[in-house]
């Protein structure tokens, strides 16, 4: 991809529109509606856990887009290319760098829990401690869990359910089978390949709506967590909960922080360009409403179309940064309060089952505590009961989970793409710095404004959306047949 031209980035900039004023963009509302929602919650507990059912609304309409537009996405990036073995290696470039991400993930939370050694005194009874219903069957469900079932869990048992059940794994299994499928149909799967770019463009549309309602959503959340949780859990068992949030954060800032000076980028200017998905998972715990507005941002960015749409959803079970963090701080926190000794060599061999175990942890309600008892059922050193001592608290470490895990995936998506050299830096560095940019031609017209704007017209014509190519001078005979192969490059080739 080669760098915008200084004549293309003037005219850019000559038609960009004066920027939305603070008080009518939706990181502004998102942020209000947190901080409302901690006042209902704190003040107000009962009325706090009455709003939850705005909270899941939210996010469960949300979540209902993700399936299509993950699908969609990969489909399209997949069938559009001219060499799909440039995808493969795209795909295993991505993996190899979600294990080394987890490993130093790992190491973090291991390195500070030995360190500061916050279990050491606790004393705890494994086999005096009680298991509220909920928590236990969380446990249940991680006792029975094996380390490889993640990897038959790939494959679905049908080619609807992936999508019922919201399974991102599955669905990128299904996603890239069609992709690879259209793109071999050649001429024949122009149509199917056009349709699919469109739809894509309409889903969207519906999350550019969905998204008004994101500060109402978040006020619901937030309102029930504190309403539900308060406050004496976090005072409590404060020091762990501490402990976890300044391990991550210098995770983000030296490993993470590293990755992107590696690429000439600035790891805090990429944070505030996606200052309303922090938002957004900062207000309703999980990270997968912010999803599709991570992928068409990195997309904006200049980050090609189906390397966003491999590594970003594959990431979100594959590279859980956050959650890595997580389980090695957890595991040696229950072994210290249970006064179970572990060796530097029985902390490695719990790495080595995490590596496995923290697969597909995103998207499933506990996912992290399931994978945390998964791993001390796997391991039978530690006992798996003692996780009660931290039950009362992973509430509010799921949040840091989150965010950590969404910081990850998009540093990884930027170094996947110049790992393919196809990282346009330049134009990266511009939009992360806030500057007019020329829409990519691959690019959703939706503008990103919709977004972002909380009172934008949803109906209007919009003045942002990138004016048609004129006509060329000739038509072809089989006009139809040559749009097509214009619009998909790859389909020119013989079958």
Request: proline fraction near 5%; charge should be neutral.
């Amino acid at each position: 991809m080669g760098p915008i031209t200084t004549a293309g980035a003037a005219a850019a900039a000559k038609n960009q529109t004066p920027k939305t004023r603070w008080y009518r963009q939706l990181y502004f509302w998102v942020l209000t509606g947190i901080v409302l929602g901690i006042l209902v919650g704190w003040l107000a507990p009962s009325a706090g856990i009455a709003l939850e059912p705005i909270g899941t609304t939210f996010v469960n309409a949300m979540r209902m887009l993700i399936g299509p537009i993950v699908f969609l996405t990969i489909v399209g990036g997949i069938a559009s290319v001219a060499d799909l073995k440039k995808v493969g290696l795209t795909g295993l470039k991505a993996l190899t760098y979600f294990q080394i991400g987890t490993i130093f993930a790992l190491l973090f939370g291991l390195v500070a829990i030995n360190v500061f050694r916050l279990g050491e005194g606790v004393n705890a009874n494994a086999s005096a401690i009680k298991t509220t219903d909920s928590a236990a069957k969380l446990i249940d469900a991680g006792a029975h869990q094996e380390w490889w079932q993640f990897l038959t869990h790939i494959i679905p048992t049908s080619i609807v359910a992936p999508f019922v059940e919201g399974d991102i794994l599955q669905i990128i299994f299904i996603a890239v089978i069609f992709g690879i499928a259209l793109n071999a149909m050649g001429k024949v799967g122009a149509p199917v390949l056009d349709g699919v770019q469109r739809l894509t463009g309409v889903m969207f549309k519906i999350l550019g709506f969905i998204m008004k309602a994101a500060p109402l959503g978040a006020f619901g959340a937030m309102a029930f967590a504190v309403g539900k949780y308060g406050v004496s859990s976090l005072s409590s068992m404060g020091g762990l909960i501490a402990l976890f949030y300044a391990t991550s954060i210098l995770f983000v800032v030296v490993v993470l922080g590293s990755v992107m000076a590696f690429l000439k980028l600035n790891i805090f200017k990429m944070i505030r360009h996606l200052k309303e998905e922090y938002l957004l998972i900062l207000g309703t715990s999980t990270a997968e409403p912010a999803l599709p507005g991570l992928m068409r941002k990195l997309e904006h960015a200049g980050v090609k179309k189906e390397t966003v749409g491999l590594v970003v959803p594959t990431g979100y079970s594959f590279n859980l940064d956050g959650a890595a963090i997580y389980l090695s701080l957890a595991a040696v926190y229950i072994a210290q309060a249970t006064n179970t000794s572990l060796t530097i060599g029985q902390q490695l061999g719990l790495i080595a089952v995490m590596l496995l175990t923290s697969k597909g942890a995103a998207g499933v309600a506990g996912g992290g505590f399931i994978a945390l008892t998964a791993t001390l059922a796997t391991v039978g050193t530690i006992p798996a009961a003692g996780i009660m001592l931290i039950f009362g608290i992973d509430k509010f470490m799921s949040e840091c989970r989150a965010l950590v895990n969404f910081t990850g995936n998009a540093v990884a998506t930027l170094f996947i793409a110049w790992w393919d050299r196809t990282l346009d830096a330049d134009r990266v560095r511009r939009v992360f710095n806030g500057e007019a940019v020329e829409p990519l031609p691959s690019e959703d017209p939706t503008p990103l404004d919709e977004f972002t704007d909380i009172a934008a017209d949803l109906t209007g014509h919009d003045p942002h959306t990138p004016k048609e190519i004129s006509p060329q001078p000739t038509e072809p005979a089989n006009k139809d047949l040559a749009s097509s192969e214009d619009r998909h490059p790859v389909y020119s080739k013989s079958n």
